[in-house]
């Protein structure tokens, strides 16, 4: 029997008053690989620091029995404490005094994988990682001979690496057997018997009903002919009669009663819940008919004295949504900036209404509630932009939250609203994923989807791009070229 390495029983978490967490009993054993998914803020990162032993739980007991190496998500300088072999491999700069995200996630990678644990617990370690990088991620953790436990936003990592699911909502743990893509599949079934168990209930609370009203229907036409007959009878025969009747009535209402109770006592099933299809329209005045609306000539993009892109032409298409993939620092974003500024070697379209997405901290400064702020900035009806906002994750309360309130993730989330609402018929958008819980980015795949205009994107996240892309263009040795 294989060992347990984690065992959490009866634990509640809760901050503020506010309940986090609250679940029986969840085990870790020796060999077990699982992925722990939900949306943002429902506590993923919170059951890993328990298991971790960084957090306590309010109540209830954790038990840990074996040396875990931890891997957590924080943007902060990280010492060069590693193997030298996989600094070397990872391609980590030697001073660690100004190493970009990627850089620093792979050092912090390096560290992890210097030592030998009996139990990793990894919470997303591929933001800002690149291709090569996620390459050697997998590579290190299908052959780990222990106990794993994932947070990730890469659905191809999870798919790769994981054979449990622990989906973590409403402050409940509910565990699924499979990769990432069997637990959708799961996911999709339960909703489908979800919908095949609610047509079935209101079918039979339709009958009952329809039954229950036949039978006072009848109880009330006998009291009529009861009342009718009254002064056509004799005096004898009227009594005997009265009585009969009264004695049927009262029967017929008693089954209807039963019925009724019948009713009251099925098993309540919700409805599945549809949402609106996400349409973005583009108005005629913002409309591109230039074949080509992006175009560069022997292109040469510099960073101070570091050569990115030398002598480069392309013709980006009207219409397409093109991702442009390829090593940390190859590029990318820099090409992105050079698009945004319309800077020399490129040409544009002088109808060009660009939107631009990029990798920093959003912050607003309004009072406005979220719903009040998109609503401000968009000339959608508000049905659609609850649609638009339910997508990604601002449904509830969530509406009447005041946008300076917001946390990093849900700027960046109101802030892509707001990019695909807005009057473009261009968006350029630099790692947008990076920053989401799967949720969300499969939200912003159906965006993607829903928009008639030209769409520019660097992404790592594998499965992103093999959903939403139409042409992929990547960055190798200071040259772009179509994969």
Request: net charge neutral; charged share 25%.
């Amino acid at each position: 029997m294989e060992q347990i390495c984690f065992e959490l029983e009866h634990v509640e978490i809760a901050y503020l008053d506010k309940e986090i967490l609250k679940f029986e009993r969840l085990a870790v054993h020796q060999f077990d690989r699982i992925g722990i998914v939900g949306k943002n803020g429902v506590g993923k990162s919170t059951l890993l620091k328990l298991l971790a032993g960084k957090l306590k739980p309010t109540k209830g007991n954790v038990h840990k029995h074996v040396e875990n190496g931890y891997f957590e998500q924080v943007e902060a300088p990280v010492a060069v404490l590693a193997d030298p072999s996989l600094l070397g491999k990872l391609h980590v700069p030697k001073s660690s005094d100004q190493l970009s995200g990627g850089e620093q996630t792979r050092l912090k990678l390096a560290q992890l994988f210097t030592n030998y644990y009996e139990a990793l617990l990894i919470d997303e370690p591929t933001t800002h990682l690149d291709q090569e990088g996620i390459s050697f991620l997998l590579d290190e953790l299908k052959y780990y001979y222990g106990a794993l436990v994932l947070i990730s936003h890469d659905r191809t990592v999870l798919d790769e690496l994981v054979t449990t699911i622990w989906e973590v909502a409403d402050g409940d743990v509910r565990v699924y057997s499979g990769n990432y893509s069997e637990y959708l599949a799961q996911k999709e079934l339960e909703r489908e018997q979800q919908k095949m168990a609610y047509e079935q209930f209101i079918k039979e609370k339709s009958r009952l009903e329809k039954a229950a009203q036949e039978k006072m229907k009848k109880a009330e036409k006998i009291a009529q002919s009861t009342i009718m007959n009254k002064e056509n009878k004799a005096k004898a025969n009227r009594m005997f009669e009265t009585k009969s009747k009264a004695t049927s009535q009262k029967a017929i209402q008693h089954a209807a009663k039963a019925i009724y109770t019948r009713m009251e006592k099925l098993q309540e099933v919700d409805a599945v819940k549809e949402e609106r299809p996400i349409i973005f329209r583009q108005s005629k005045h913002v409309e591109l008919h230039n074949k080509f609306p992006i175009m560069a000539d022997r292109l040469t993009l510099k960073v101070g004295n570091k050569l990115l892109l030398d002598d480069v032409s392309f013709q980006l298409p009207l219409g397409k949504k093109i991702a442009i993939s390829g090593p940390n620092g190859s590029g990318k974003s820099t090409l992105l900036k050079q698009i945004v500024d319309n800077e020399t070697g490129l040409t544009i379209s002088l109808k060009a209404k660009i939107g631009f997405f990029h990798q920093m901290s959003y912050q607003f400064t309004q009072d406005d509630t979220v719903l009040q702020f998109v609503k401000n900035r968009s000339d959608y009806d508000e049905g659609f932009l609850r649609t638009v906002l339910h997508s990604m994750q601002f449904a509830g309360t969530d509406l009447q939250k005041s946008v300076r309130d917001l946390s990093g993730g849900e700027a960046i989330r109101i802030q892509l609203c707001l990019l695909f609402l807005g009057e473009y018929n261009i968006l350029l958008l630099d790692e947008p994923t990076n920053f989401l819980d799967v949720h969300a980015i499969i939200a912003l795949e159906k965006f993607f989807n829903a928009y008639d205009g030209t769409i520019i994107f660097v992404s790592h996240d594998r499965a992103f791009i093999n959903n939403v892309a139409d042409i992929e263009y990547k960055i190798t040795n200071k040259k772009l070229h179509q994969v």
